[in-house]
């Protein structure tokens, strides 16, 4: 992922309407990747994952794109809700090792009621 | 409740003192984690380890240990040689052969 200091990047969103939050990563032997949301003060939440063999993945309300060919994941959130507010941010990992997971500084997404 | 459990959510220390992060899990992961988080940045890793007695240094170990004597816990002292201490801890777990990470709810650090 891209370094970007101390301010994160901010998206705001009006509610109802989808968000769509970009990661680019840095490694072109990951293989696997998740999206992440962080609450304020709070750990981490699993969203979705996606492995390299595919190019997209659904879950509810939630879309994973990726394109291995210009190294970018993007994450799609649907009809987008207040309690989505958060910091999402990507993670890569390699085949060859579970332990070393890249994490990219977050997206800070605002839905405005 | 099986879980990630993290003590405490916050914590105060002056500086020169040595301070441990708990962290505990009951999903019997085989391999745990310590990362730090700073403002704007992405999580950057301390110490793992992947089985019991057995752990491995991070991209920034420097002025911090851990132990691992039993499998669901993996506690992480922040000695007084680590310079810039104030962060937010967070420590996860994976279940061998698996690739996901679940993280505990963190622990803020100040130094005061």
């Known amino acids: 992922g891209e370094s970007v200091g101390l301010h994160l990047p901010t998206l705001s969103v009006q509610e109802g309407d989808n968000s769509i939050i970009n990661c680019a990563y840095s490694?072109?032997?990951?293989?696997?990747f998740i999206w992440y949301k962080q609450e304020s003060g709070k750990g981490p939440q699993f969203i979705i994952d996606?492995?390299?063999?595919?190019d997209k993945r659904q879950g509810q309300r939630v879309t994973v794109l990726l394109n291995k060919t210009v190294k970018h994941l993007s994450l799609q959130i649907a009809a987008t809700q207040p309690g989505d507010s958060a910091v999402y941010f990507c993670?890569?990992?390699?085949?060859?090792?579970?332990?070393?997971?890249?994490f990219g500084p977050g997206t800070s997404l605002s839905v405005i009621p | 409740d099986g879980g990630i459990t993290q003590s405490p959510k916050y914590l105060f220390r002056k500086e020169g003192q040595n301070v441990t992060l708990s962290c505990e899990q009951n999903?019997?992961?085989?391999?745990m984690y310590w990362y730090r988080q700073d403002p704007g940045q992405g999580l950057r890793l301390i110490y793992y380890?992947?089985?019991?007695?057995?752990?491995q240094k991070g991209d920034i170990a420097e002025g911090y240990s851990v132990s691992r004597e039993k499998k669901e816990s993996f506690p992480l002292t922040v000695t007084s040689a680590q310079k810039n201490p104030t962060a937010f801890y967070l420590c996860?777990?994976?279940?061998?052969?698996?690739?996901?990470?679940?993280f505990g709810p963190g622990t803020r650090l100040t130094v005061l």
């Open positions: 996860a777990s994976r279940l061998a052969g698996a690739d996901e990470q679940f």
């Open positions: 490694n072109s032997a990951s293989d696997y």
């Open positions: 996606i492995r390299s063999n595919m």
């Open positions: 993670a890569e990992k390699a085949e060859t090792s579970y332990d070393k997971v890249i």
């Open positions: 999903l019997n992961h085989d391999a």
């Open positions: 380890s992947q089985i019991v007695n057995d752990f």
